[in-house]
């Protein structure tokens, strides 16, 4: 990994991940990061809500940590912040039945679901 982004914006980028992503957000910060229902979204913007939920999960220590995803940014957003933490994420379909979900936490052994209500406002949930 190179060292010149090993720390950016106080994030440690311990994956591939999240040192590619936070290379190009230095590059091109205004350019399309990523589209999801016709609504874009730039690398700054995904940045700030990766870093937002980052600074809300960095205390945690797993190696493996749930996300419930939907077709969200915030879900693409998750994953960064659980990739700068050079943790692994398991995703979680909310649509899944309570029981299936509930399976894969256990066959998982996760410690921690990343998580967003109704109003896609985070929160994360210990195990």
Same mark, same amino acid.
């Given at each position: 990994?190179?060292?010149?982004? %090993?720390?950016?914006? &106080?994030?440690?980028?311990? @994956?591939?991940? =999240?040192?590619?992503?936070?290379?190009?957000?230095? +590059?091109? *910060? &205004?350019?399309?990061?990523? &589209?999801?229902?016709? %609504?874009?979204?730039? $690398?700054?913007?995904?940045?700030?809500?990766?870093?937002?939920? $980052? @600074?809300?999960? %960095?205390?945690?220590?797993?190696?493996?940590?749930?996300? +419930?995803?939907?077709?969200?940014?915030?879900? $693409?957003?998750?994953?960064?912040?659980?990739?700068?933490?050079? @943790?692994?994420? =398991? *995703?979680?379909?909310?649509? $899944? *039945?309570?029981?299936?979900?509930?399976?894969?936490?256990?066959?998982?052994?996760?410690?921690?679901?990343?998580?967003?209500?109704?109003?896609?406002?985070?929160?994360?949930? *210990?195990?």
């Amino acid at each position: 990994m190179s060292n010149s982004f %090993k720390t950016y914006s &106080n994030v440690n980028a311990d @994956s591939r991940l =999240a040192e590619g992503f936070l290379f190009w957000h230095k +590059q091109c *910060p &205004n350019a399309i990061a990523i &589209n999801i229902n016709d %609504k874009n979204y730039t $690398y700054s913007e995904l940045f700030n809500k990766s870093l937002y939920i $980052y @600074s809300k999960i %960095k205390h945690l220590e797993s190696e493996l940590i749930g996300i +419930q995803c939907e077709n969200h940014v915030d879900s $693409y957003a998750a994953i960064l912040a659980v990739s700068y933490l050079g @943790s692994a994420y =398991a *995703p979680l379909n909310a649509k $899944y *039945p309570a029981e299936k979900i509930k399976e894969i936490v256990e066959d998982a052994k996760l410690k921690h679901v990343v998580c967003f209500n109704n109003d896609f406002d985070f929160c994360s949930k *210990p195990i």
